[in-house]
């Protein structure tokens, strides 16, 4: 009976803290689930369903444009001389772009420009 007793309490324990552990996120994916498919019927009723419908996080799209942009050079620009002296250049970059919410249909983007002093 000892060893029925040891074995049962840690699968008790091991199935309890799973339970517990899925509430929110279980509670995070039905209600996407559910809004996912009142889209689908909105668009079923208005005669545009969708093949595919795709939705993702604005954090995501930002990190897959970030490491996009390290890997775009810098535009050299250079400076007219002024008195017979030369002031070089600037180089012009993409620092940041940011995806925002737009207008329904429409994609939002937030574009940092920089203007760097170059050599």
Do not use: W
Not at 70 to 81: D, F, G, K, W
């Amino acid at each position: 009976m000892r060893l029925r007793s040891a074995f049962l309490v840690p699968i008790t324990v091991a199935i309890t803290s799973v339970a517990l552990a899925c509430a929110s996120p279980c509670e995070r994916v039905q209600s996407s689930r559910d809004a996912f498919l009142a889209a689908l019927e909105s668009d079923e009723r208005a005669g545009s369903a969708a093949h595919l419908s795709l939705s993702l996080p604005y954090d995501l799209v930002d990190q897959l444009i970030a490491s996009e942009l390290a890997r775009i050079p810098t535009v050299a620009i250079p400076l007219p001389s002024v008195a017979g002296m030369s002031l070089g250049s600037l180089r012009l970059g993409v620092d940041r772009v940011n995806v925002q919410s737009a207008p329904a249909g429409e994609v939002g983007f937030r574009i940092v420009v920089g203007l760097r002093e170059g050599k």
